[in-house]
DNA sequence: ATTATTGTTCGTATTTTTGCGAACAATAAT
DNA sequence: ATTATTGTTCGCAAAAATACGAACAATAAT
């Protein structure tokens, strides 16, 4: 028996689903492009670059973080967030995977 | 003036967000494997594959063709479903450098 | 012409998401 | 002790997403 090369498991296709939900909001994009240009910066950072009550900022980082997508430490009074990088990499080879999938195949529509 | 390598403009940015979150849902991932390890399908055939209400399926199905991911053609009186070669690239790319935009760099966290 | 097959669209209900300001909590500074 | 700074959480409202069955449209088959 020949095993397919990507072979998504439920669990990785639900985390796939969770992770691109997480990415699924502008302004979330936005958040992260700014996250990997600064390596690590504070909640007021990312809130000044925004033109969203910081309730909400706060409400779309929690969303992020929830997706583990990033990682926030109280360093008081402020906190401080950035990308996990872990979770970046597991992230990075499931979209891979899953664009990967047409690799080298014949559509015929 | 140095370039990056990356560069996500702001429709780009919102093209990455329109794609994620048409691949933000368990249904709809289960349906682009689908196709994906189908090359192309009628739309009963998803539906059999599915648990849920042909009239969901629909909406799904909706939602990955206004997102770019798939494509639709009548052939009546059935409907062939498929993914989208060209935007699927474009959105290999898209993820491709979101998540490449880490490569290299040091997180202080 | 009728009937069967195949999907989409409509109407509706429920849940989730998004966004805001106010209130709150925790620490730092005075 | 008070006050200032920094974010989170709460309560609410509006919008969007999810799901279903019924009704509909379009073609194929009889």
Redesign the pocket.
Known sequence: METTKHMLHVAEQEMLARMA?AL??P?RIEILLFLASQNSC???DI?DELP?????V??????LKDAGLIQ?EIE????RYCIHKENWEVARKLFSDLFGLLEGKEMNC
Chains 1, 2 share one sequence.
Do not use: C, D, R, Y
Request: charged share 20%; proline share 4%.
């Open positions: 939900k699924g909001h302004t504070f909640f007021g809130h969203i009550a910081k309730s909400t706060s409400q779309h980082l929690k969303e926030g008081a009074p402020k906190v």
